[in-house]
Structures are given as C-alpha cells and as structure tokens.
C-alpha cells in the first residue's frame, strides 16, 4: 500500500510536465502582438520587419480575422519568423512615438476619433482592418486594406519577409508563387545531400 501513494505522485509529476509542455506549445503557436513601444524597441535590438494589424472595435471583418486568419498555424509560424507584429486600433487614445514624431488620436473625446498615426500609415484611406507593413527600419512598405483569408494572407507575409517585394512585383509573385514555393522546400534537400556526400 505505501507504493500506491509515490505512483500517483510519480504520475501527478509526470502530468504536470505534459500540460506546462503543451501550454508552452499552444503560446508558440500564436503571434506574438507587440505594443508599438515594444515593437520599435526590440527593433532597434534586432532588426525585422514590422506587421501592424490596424483595426477598430466596431469591425466586424476584424474580428474574423483574429479568429480566422491569426490563429492559422502556418500564419503564426511566418509571422513570429519574419516580423514583428502590432495589433493597432486606429481610434485608440494612445500617444504614440513613430520615426521621431508623437502621433494622438485627433479627436479624443469623440466615440470614433481617427488616430493620426493611422491616417498616416494608411494614407488618409481609412478602412478596416489594414495590414501595414514596415521594412526592418520602420519605413512603409505597403498598407493592404480588407480582409485576408489564411492562404492569401501567407502569401503576403511571404512576399514582404522573405523580400521578393524587392525582386518583382506582386503580380508577378502571384503568378509565379506555387512554382517559387517548389523551389524553396528544393533547396533543403540539394543542401541535406551535399551535407551527406
């Protein structure tokens, strides 16, 4: 009978180990959401590009992107790899640091006041949600408006971190992306076989 006792708390270990595993395992499979603040500073660390989901509270397609598109675990993969992401509400109160200028919400007492840094990044073309994306020095690439299933969305995430945008353009991205993608999962093994000669 004493044996029975040290078993359960052998097993009791050995569960508690599995959930803080799996635990750990369901944090790396989200993005990592950044303050702005937090963003540029570990930028100035380590630079990457930058991903600012623009959005407000009201925004219905917003919402399905946060549930949708954002839990998508290849999604999640390139987004963590490749940038690093800002979740931004455009009628949010927050003063905001952005390049050497202070950004507010323009009418702060308003119920759906627009932030000045939105208006910027989004070239006074406010809708939502908006993907923006910055270069590794915080300057804009590029703001896409509107919702973005999973697969689109990838391909975006590719196109602007692993900087084909420099190389060609995105029609031609698009044209071309199954016959790219080939080509990058090739170039593991041509690399495994040469390791192994």
Known sequence: MKK???????????????FAQKENKAEAEKINW????????????????????????????CKR??????????????????????KFNAEGKD??????????????????GNHQLAVELLNGKLGYPTSVYLDDQMKLLQPIPGYMDA????????????????????EDFQQNYDDLMEKKEAKPEKKKKKSNS
């Open 4 to 18: 029975t006792p040290s078993f359960f708390i052998v097993f009791a270990f050995i569960a508690s180990i599995c």
């Open 151 to 170: 697969k689109s969305f990838k391909q975006v995430l590719i196109y602007f971190g692993e900087d084909y945008n420099k190389k060609m353009s995105w």
């Open 95 to 112: 003063t905001i640091l952005y390049n050497g200028k202070t950004y507010t919400n323009m009418n702060p007492t308003a119920p759906r």
């Open 34 to 61: 950044l303050s702005f603040k937090d963003a540029t500073e570990q930028n100035k660390k380590a630079p990457k590009k930058i991903y600012i989901d623009t959005y407000t509270d009201w925004c219905g397609w």
């Open 65 to 86: 992107m946060d549930v949708t598109t954002f839990e998508d675990k290849e999604v999640v993969a390139i987004m963590n790899k490749y940038f690093y992401a800002i």
